[in-house]
């Protein structure tokens, strides 16, 4: 099955993600992961990705629609995929529905995490992450067993620099913009289900997981 999870920045996209994906036995494909990795590496990707992601502006389409097509092209999407934070923008989507039609695919549904701009920004300012693991905390949603400690690998838990309120704003302001165009989008083309992602995390857990059964 290949799925997009889209909605704004802090809907639970992410949090869903890694769940499904074990479940299901499907890779996980997160381009703000992606993109965060070449930064810490200082890949070329990541030299000309890091001023558009610490400004909370998307980086630019070109780059990020050959780093995708580079990924989904491992062997280990041939069965279905997730993709998480890709596409984020009309020309994002054509050239996704390009790639995967050369290839004699296409995707099978879009969810769309719904959830209200207050909630977004107090799930993104208290979000903490596993330096060594990269697992995903919220000081009061999800809060780790020990403070500060990762209860999966004991790693340091760190907050992203774009969770900083100023970036939160603009990163809200940039989906607006640019990425809730996709809703309207997909819903034309019959593949949007909605789910509500402003319920308990295992409660948007059950509704993803009941909106893909639903799909076979
Ligand atoms: P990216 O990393 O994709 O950021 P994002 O889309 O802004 O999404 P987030 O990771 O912030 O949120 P999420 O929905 O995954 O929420 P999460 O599950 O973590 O992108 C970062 C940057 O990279 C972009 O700004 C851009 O520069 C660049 N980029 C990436 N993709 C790009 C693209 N396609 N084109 C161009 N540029 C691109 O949850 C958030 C918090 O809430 C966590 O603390 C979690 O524990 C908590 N939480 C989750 N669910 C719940 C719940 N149900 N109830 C309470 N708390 C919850």
Sequence with gaps: MNVVFLGPPG????????VISVERAMPHISTGDILREAVAKGTDLGKKAK?????????????VVAMVAARLSEKDCAGGFILDGFPRTIAQAEALGKNLSGGGLALDMVVYF?????QVVERL??????RKCGANYHVQFMPPV???KCDKCGGELYQRDDDKADTIRERLQVYYRQTADLIAYYSGKGLLVEVDASQTPSDVTDAVRAVLAAER
């Excluded at 719904?114 to 207050?118: I, T």
């Design 146 to 148: 020990v403070e500060g």
């Design 125 to 130: 300012s208290g979000r903490r992450i596993c």
């Design 114 to 118: 719904k959830v209200d701009d207050e």
């Design 11 to 18: 809907a639970g996209k992410g949090t869903q993600a890694k």
């Design 51 to 63: 001023g558009y992601m610490d400004s909370g502006a998307l980086v630019p389409d070109d780059l």
